[in-house]
């Protein structure tokens, strides 16, 4: 009969040193600037969602082209992007590989829908609108999969 060590298997593996920690600077400074920009979605579409559907981004009204205006939807979408905005400010000032990661990849896949909506519904954008809006949307994914990539294990 064999006996059971009161260990548990270790999967540890030493960590490959091009690998650099869940708080390295580069991941931790990704992290910022995606809550900042988690926020500055949220905070408006939360509290003032007709002004940001008049004009968000930054004035530009592109929201507005996608009718109809709905408060629900636009507030509940702003919680969402406030608690995204939440847990990378968590990841960044306690940042873990356990976080991170799962954090990082559940933001592509939201923004991925997100700029694969967009991509598909630029009626009504001018070429420079529909440019600016689907190039800033894919630098949301491209910021989250940088973290993604530095933690990543051989």
């Not at 009969?1 to 650099?20: E, G, L, V």
């Not at 991170?100 to 997100?114: D, E, K, T, Y």
């Given at each position: 009969?064999?006996?059971?060590?009161?260990?548990?298997?270790?999967?540890?593996?030493?960590?490959?040193?091009?690998?650099?920690p869940a708080d390295a600077a580069p991941v931790r400074i990704c992290?910022?600037?995606?809550g900042l920009t988690a926020l500055s979605i949220g905070l408006p579409a939360t509290f003032a969602p007709e002004t940001f559907y008049t004009d968000y981004p930054f004035f530009t009204a592109l929201v507005k082209l996608l009718p109809p205006y709905n408060e629900h939807l636009i507030t509940?979408?702003?919680g969402l992007y406030i608690g995204f905005g939440m847990?990378?400010?968590w990841a960044a000032f306690r940042p873990s590989r356990q976080l991170?990661?799962?954090?990082?990849?559940?933001?592509?896949?939201?923004?991925?829908?997100?700029f694969a909506f967009h991509i598909s519904n630029l009626t009504g954008f001018t070429t420079t609108e529909a440019t600016?809006?689907?190039?800033?949307?894919?630098?949301?994914?491209l910021l989250a999969l940088v973290p993604v990539v530095l933690l990543r294990r051989s």
């Open positions: 009969m064999a006996t059971r060590s009161s260990k548990p298997a270790s999967k540890s593996r030493s960590r490959n040193q091009k690998d650099p992290l910022v600037i995606l509940d979408v702003g847990m990378f400010g991170v990661l799962p954090l990082c990849w559940a933001w592509i896949v939201a923004q991925s829908l997100h600016i809006q689907q190039v800033g949307l894919a630098f949301y994914i």
